[in-house]
């Protein structure tokens, strides 16, 4: 499968495009005709490839990342078992045409929705997870019978390398297509016809990608992130909270977009929360004082600086270290590092941290907690810590964020009844399960009339009085 951006002028329209595009186009002419079997079977050889280079995939990770091979084998390779499982148990109903119910004055239609694959899709997919991430989308692209083009992260340039390689294996190279390279590459790319893209990455790449999308008309999904914010109520159990909060900043070294950013918290409960976080500290490391193995490192050495700088300024500004702060500069890993005394002005609560930094940030009660989150762009998960079913609900109702989740953190990406995506700055549109396959098809409306005359037939022209009385009582009918 090649992974060169090579082009070719099309004198027709003039846009500029690979050579591998018309083949790429007609694959996805043949993959919109497929049965379910056609399809549930390309997805299950291309499970059947990632199972027999599990070892490959945990190599991989671990260049590029650092990544435990556990974490590797849990973050990055079990939801996409999963999504496949999911997939060929319910793909053959949803891609069923949908009846729609006849509906007064057309009692005598029939009508239903086709899914049909949009085209040809472009998935542009981010280093922190980069299997997972790239593909995730793919499976509902594919189900959905879309030619695909991926265009994996620079920066896990491993497991790029590895993805070409078994996508290569698993579906051949006319249908999938890898494109390597950096941004220039990928901006090439999003310049290009395709029928839709997705992109999972920062909100800066985002605005590019959705500019490229909006100049050609072309529908794109956007799955962002920002800063998501935890509230820990004082219903909730501390010991639990400061568990699950603390292995949200460990996994995948902080990097993951929906990690929790900060935390809120009454002030007079901040001295026993940190107490709690530090004895999930202590658990996570085990009996090493050292910086652990089973930490993920930063994905480069400019993502490092930017942590220290980070944690440096806020430091100088007031804030404390209660635990963590470690590094290891040979391996790039930071060690999960919890700071009190953090103030809304400080730069690491202006930007999304995306990194091993929790601040915690005191409010004096749940309303001031409701308003410091609704008064910043909407975030793409939210997390609330309470057993109080008042809070609960004021935190559904009062807030607005892609997802929200009580009593834990990070999980509920894996429901494969959930969708998953963003609301406002934190993304457009949703897929996995069943909205992947809505995403990436075109819910078509298909309608049967009879041959015989029909209620607008009384309407056709000439307009007389009487059509235009008739006309009249019809609209107060319908009232």
Sequence with gaps: MSNRLTHAVDPTNQVVLPEWWDRLQ?????????????RRDRLERLSKVLR??????CEALHKDLGKPALETKLTELLPVYLEI?????????????????PHFPYLLSKAHLAWQPKGCVLIVAPWNYPMNLALMPLIAALAAGNSVVIKPSE????????????????????????????????????ALPFDHMLFTGSERVGRKVAMAAADQLIPCTLELGGKSPVYVDESAPLAS????????????????C?????????????????????????????????????????????????????????????????????????SLQLEPTILSGVQAGMRLMQEEIFGPILPLVGVNHLEEALALVNSRPKPLSLYVFA?????????????????????????????????????????WGSYHGEY??????????????????????????????????????FLRLMR
């Design 26 to 38: 007609i694959a996805g002419q043949r993959m919109a005709q497929e049965s379910y079997q056609e």
């Design 52 to 57: 027999t280079n599990e070892k490959a995939i």
């Design 85 to 101: 499982r999911h997939f060929k148990k319910n793909l053959r109903r949803w891609m069923k045409n949908r009846p729609v119910r």
């Design 155 to 190: 920066f896990a340039s491993a497991t790029a390398e590895l993805l070409t390689q078994l996508l290569s294996q698993a579906i051949g190279n006319e249908a999938v297509r890898v494109v390597t390279g950096d941004a220039s590459v990928g901006a090439a790319l999003c």
């Design 241 to 256: 909270a400061a568990s699950k909060i603390y292995w949200g900043k460990w996994l995948n070294g902080g990097q993951t």
């Design 258 to 330: 929906i990690a929790p950013d900060y935390v809120l918290v009454n002030r007079s409960m901040i001295p026993a929360l940190v107490e709690e976080l530090k004895a999930a500290a202590m658990r996570a490391k085990g009996k090493d004082d050292s910086t652990p193995p089973s930490l993920c490192c930063q994905i480069h050495q400019e993502h490092a600086n930017r942590m220290r700088q980070l944690l440096l300024e806020a430091v100088q500004q007031g804030a404390r270290i209660e635990c963590g702060g470690n590094w290891d500069e040979n």
């Design 387 to 427: 057993d109080n079913p008042e809070v609960q609900r004021r935190w559904t109702q009062e807030t607005s964020s892609g997802s929200l989740t009580f009593n834990d953190v990070i999980v509920q990406i894996s429901h494969p009844h959930l969708p998953f995506g963003g609301v406002g700055a934190s993304g």
């Design 436 to 473: 992947g396959f809505q995403a990436f098809s075109h819910a078509k409306p298909v309608m049967v009339n009879p041959h015989r005359p029909n209620i607008a037939s009384l309407f056709y022209p000439p307009y007389t009085p009487f059509k235009t009385k008739l006309a009249s009582w």
